[in-house]
């Protein structure tokens, strides 16, 4: 089973997103800021992990660079609601494991999370 941490400030965005991949098998947990997603690692083992690029206080890129100098092969997948093609490159270029853009096509972030090899 995939075990995913969602990062979103958004509650309404970590709902539905915890919602859809619980009813595809996964195993989801769901936090509100980069700070409370971190604490999340220290506690549980994540396959995947799904992080909003734009958060106040830490913002998805700290957060991204924080989880990977711990967790270097843990992916990540970025999603915003901005569809911005330079942070895109950053994140990527920091080691996203891939992209998405709001409004989330989840066929496509499906078919990201569950290619992931996890």
């Known amino acids: ?3 995913i941490l969602i990062i979103d ?9 915890k919602l859809y991949f ?21 506690i549980h083992r ?6 909003d690029v734009h958060m106040p206080e830490m913002g998805g890129r700290t957060v991204l660079a924080a989880l990977k100098k711990v967790f270097p092969k843990i992916p990540i997948i970025m999603i915003t609601g901005f569809d911005d093609h330079d942070v895109a490159l950053e994140c990527m270029n920091a080691g996203a494991y891939d992209f998405v853009t709001k409004p989330i096509d989840f066929d ?8 992931t090899g996890y």
């Open 22 to 42: 619980e009813k595809n098998g996964c195993q989801v947990i769901n936090t509100l800021s980069g700070e409370e997603g971190l604490a999340m690692t220290r």
């Open 46 to 51: 994540f396959n995947v992990i799904l992080l």
């Open 108 to 115: 496509y972030l499906k078919t990201s999370v569950f290619s």
């Open 9 to 17: 400030d958004s509650p309404d965005v970590g709902k539905t997103l």
């Open 1 to 3: 089973m995939i075990k």
